[in-house]
């Protein structure tokens, strides 16, 4: 299944795919956040990718509780995934970003361009977080579940 994730900003939002067996999360994209005009974008990204599912960074606190920006990142995978037609998964993305920095950091990449990818990168570590917990409960990449 090729999954398109979004880490979901006000400013800016990272985007990542999977291949279609749900082995690799790749950064894709670091878009500007223009709300209507980013959600026309993304439906037609997701049609020309053969995008199967969506799944939306939900920022959470260290205890587990929604941040304040939750439920502006809830609604925009909401309003995606009812334009697409997609299902959406919404996934914790406590410290994606933070996970993100570090990889990009460990992979060498220099300070100016780790700012210009990091929202992507991040998009990337919210889908790897899936496909492993996918792969950790043994649902096949053809399937929602």
């Known amino acids: 299944m090729r999954w398109l ?11 990542a795919f999977s291949d279609e067996l749900e082995i690799l999360a790749s950064p894709f ?5 223009e ?28 205890d587990g ?23 959406l998964r919404l996934v914790n993305e406590h410290l994606s970003s933070a996970e993100a920095e570090r990889l990009l950091r460990e992979r060498g990449v220099k300070p100016d361009k780790r700012k210009a990818m990091l929202d992507a990168a991040a998009a990337a570590v919210i889908l ?5 917990d996918r792969r950790a409960k043994g649902i096949p990449p053809a399937l929602l579940g």
């Open 5 to 15: 994730a979004i880490d979901h900003g006000t400013k800016k939002i990272g985007l």
């Open 29 to 33: 994209a670091v878009w500007p956040q």
């Open 35 to 62: 709300h209507e005009r980013t959600l026309e974008g993304l439906v037609r990204l997701c049609r020309e990718e053969g995008v199967q599912a969506l799944a939306v960074g939900l920022p959470r606190h260290k």
């Open 65 to 87: 509780a929604e941040s304040a920006t939750a439920h502006a990142a809830r609604a925009f995978g909401e309003a995606l995934a009812e334009r697409t037609g997609l299902p």
């Open 128 to 132: 790897a977080e899936l496909l492993e």
